[in-house]
Nanobody, 113 residues
Framework: VQLQASGGGLVQAGGSLRLACAAS????????MNWYRQAPGKERELVAT???????NYADSVKGRFTISRDNARRTMYLQMNSLKPEDTAVYYCNGWYYRDNWGQGTQVTVSS
């Protein structure tokens, strides 16, 4: 299994970014997928989840600003991040349980004030 995250970068507060996570080596369409993030000096936290049938759940800190989605035909998950805040600065990881806990390499998101 490989999960390849992309789309991070440097953005000003109030801006937007779209992260993508391309999956291979797994039955993507049946797998619940997650986005996590880890800020410097903090524990990794769950940001958003999308189930195989498209149900979503979000951390309170991102509700109304972030949208998780998936394209099963492309085996890709997305995280649309709007109204970004400096406290969203972190390394963002994609994750999915398929026989084991699978993690992407992370993509850095930096929001300047």
């Amino acid at each position: 299994v490989q999960l390849q995250a992309s789309g991070g970068g440097l953005v000003q507060a109030g801006g937007s970014l779209r992260l993508a996570c391309a999956a291979s080596g797994m039955n993507f369409k049946i797998t619940t997928m997650n986005w996590y993030r880890q800020a410097p000096g903090k524990e990794r936290e769950l940001v958003a989840t999308i189930t195989s049938d498209g149900n979503t759940n979000y951390a309170d800190s991102v509700k109304g600003r972030f949208t998780i989605s998936r394209d099963n035909a492309r085996r890709t998950m997305y995280l649309q991040m709007n109204s970004l805040k400096p406290e969203d600065t972190a390394v963002y990881y994609c994750n999915g349980w398929y026989y084991r806990d699978n993690w992407g390499q992370g993509t850095q998101v930096t929001v300047s004030s």
